[in-house]
């Protein structure tokens, strides 16, 4: 049955009401997620810059430039300390190698010396043998005589500083010449150098054969104690004689602010160039550098002035 007109009106606004508010609701409900979905961009985009901006300002530093050395030597090492004892190895090359040390031998034997001084008094008087006087290799200001009269200090200083091997005998005939090399072998026990071997005080090479032989990183060790127990023997080596010597300690430069400490040198032809050089820097460090098996006298300073460079720029 037909509905009314009124109720047929009233039925048309009803479903016009309902569309109507659908219809806003469509709107507002699509207004609503347009701006949800630009709100979450523009969070997104705040939130990607409040994380990328630290990022971006981030400093990649890179790692620090580590020079390169390259040494004809057989074996070195470079060590540096602080006065606070902190010590760096910043430079070795077969620091275990054992290779014969020719004349930095008498820094054993100058330590031996000055561990025995109710043997050797410095101002003992010592009549100067004939296979002391015998010794090869003897430099100018060390060449002694037979019969001569020396002090113990003054053989120490001439063994140090021009590396007598006149000197260096006759202070070990004092004690006796085994009972001397006994006592430095003792001593490289002591301090622990596992790889050293002594037999006798000079640093020559024998006549069968042997020679007194080391690492480059004992005579580190030997060279520390030295500094710790008896300093006096590096101030030696660098005590101006009547001449200067050649190819030593003194040939070789330092950079501005350095001091050098002292050092010593050492020749043979089955040791080749040898030296050790102790040298404080200006900003507080102490370098050791030691140096074995170089191929002769003259390139010891080159090989040490590598050393050096690389110390200060590494």
């Known amino acids: 049955m037909p509905l009314p007109p009124k109720k047929r009106a009233k039925k048309r606004n009803s479903v016009a009401r309902r569309w109507f508010g659908f219809a806003v609701a469509l709107v507002f409900g699509g207004g609503v997620c347009w701006a949800i979905d630009c709100g979450q961009v523009k969070l997104e985009n705040y939130l990607y810059a409040q994380i990328s901006a630290p990022i971006r300002e981030i400093v990649i530093v890179s790692p620090p430039f580590r020079p390169t050395m390259e040494l004809e030597a057989k074996a070195a090492l470079c060590s540096r300390a602080s006065a606070a004892g902190r010590e760096k190895m910043i ?10 040390i020719a004349s930095l031998t008498k820094l054993m034997t100058a330590r031996v010396v000055l561990e025995n001084p109710e043997i050797y008094n410095p101002s003992g008087i010592v009549f100067i043998s004939a296979a ?9 200001s060390g060449n ?6 020396r002090t113990v200090r003054e053989l120490l200083d001439l063994m140090l500083f ?54 480059a990183r004992d005579l580190l060790a030997l060279s520390k104690n030295i500094l710790e127990f008896h300093p006096e023997i590096f101030a030696t080596t660098k005590t101006p004689g009547f001449y200067r010597t050649q190819n030593g300690i003194f040939d070789f430069a330092l950079w501005e602010g350095q001091t050098l400490v002292g050092g010593k040198t050492g020749y043979t032809e089955k040791a080749g160039g040898c030296m050790i050089a102790v040298f404080d820097g200006a900003n507080g460090w102490r370098y050791i550098g030691v140096l074995l ?19 200060n720029n590494y």
């Not at 002694?144 to 009269?149: A, S």
């Not at 006798?200 to 032989?213: E, P």
């Not at 098996?293 to 110390?311: D, Y």
């Open 91 to 100: 430079f070795e090359k077969n620091a275990d190698e054992i290779l014969p």
């Open 132 to 140: 002391a006087a015998g010794q090869p290799d003897v430099p100018v």
């Open 144 to 149: 002694l005589f037979f019969g001569e009269i």
């Open 162 to 215: 021009y590396s007598s091997n006149d000197a260096a005998w006759a202070l070990a005939e004092l004690m006796g010449e085994n009972e001397f090399v006994d006592a430095m072998n003792r001593a490289a026990g002591e301090i622990g150098l596992s790889d050293t071997e002594f037999f006798n005080a000079t640093g020559l090479d024998l006549d069968d054969g042997r020679f007194n032989y080391s690492t």
């Open 293 to 311: 098996g170089s191929a002769n006298a003259e390139s010891r300073v080159a090989e040490m002035q590598k050393i050096v460079n690389f110390s």
